[in-house]
């Protein structure tokens, strides 16, 4: 079972909202990712999780928070977001190792107002 | 600084047409992996295959196969008999080794493919 799952698949907000998604795996993966995807563009790397602790934080805004509450589950909260925050957000999962697998889940659609 | 790059960024083929993928790649690593993955209109990315930087043998899985040249730093993926259902766009990546735990991702631009029946 190769499965990430993603709530919600889609998300209008306003500006002065305060949201959260939601990742979960149970393929035991102690890395876990959150990726933006802009429209026709690659996935960008936000964050990495390893053994639920930050790794990577690529200079991300204050506005996302990330939060990995144990080892299936990852959240992303959202706070004061911009109109050009407005993406496909992905999460992803692998075991540990450069060589490792990253599994993708099936995004959620963010649109900010 | 790793760099992938896929030079086409639209394909359009007719079904049963064969279709290739350009990706070619730039790093520093002695060891490295290479992978493909698919984004139909959905928005999920789906792997498709993973490759080591010291097995060069090409692969092939049903209508896919991949060629794999260590000495042009490429990794070019062909759709044999292109189905309307391959209409996606796919992405080449490089994983690069981090000294902080978890791997990184290198993502060429993607290259959309569209099958028309």
């Known amino acids: 079972d190769t499965e990430v799952t993603q709530t919600p698949k889609h998300l209008v907000m306003g500006m002065t909202n305060k949201k959260s998604l939601k990742c979960e795996q149970h393929m035991g993966h102690r890395a876990m990712y959150w990726y933006k995807q802009k429209a026709k563009k690659p996935p960008e790397l936000m964050f990495v999780y390893s053994y639920e602790k930050l790794s990577i934080n690529e200079s991300v805004p204050s506005r996302f928070s990330p939060e990995c509450p144990n080892s299936s589950l990852l959240n992303l909260h959202l706070h004061a977001l911009q109109p050009e925050d407005s993406a496909l957000y992905l999460c992803a999962s692998s075991k540990q190792g450069v060589e490792e697998t990253q599994y993708f889940g099936p995004g959620t659609r963010l649109l900010v107002l | 600084a790793q760099k992938v790059t896929q030079a086409q960024t639209e394909i359009s083929v007719v079904e049963k047409e064969d279709v290739t993928l350009d990706c070619v790649y730039e790093?520093?690593?002695?060891?490295?992996?290479l992978f493909w993955y698919k984004q139909p209109p959905s928005g999920e990315l789906v792997f498709l295959i993973r490759?080591?930087?010291?097995?060069?043998q090409n692969e092939i899985s049903g209508r896919y196969s991949w060629n794999f040249q260590k000495s042009t730093s490429s990794f070019n993926f062909t759709i044999t008999a292109s189905q309307v259902v391959d209409s996606a766009v796919y992405f080449c990546a490089l994983s690069e080794a981090t000294k902080a735990a978890g791997n990184k991702l290198t993502f060429g631009g993607g290259t959309r493919v569209l099958v028309k029946p």
């Open positions: 490759r080591n930087s010291f097995d060069e």
């Open positions: 790093t520093r690593d002695t060891t490295y992996y």
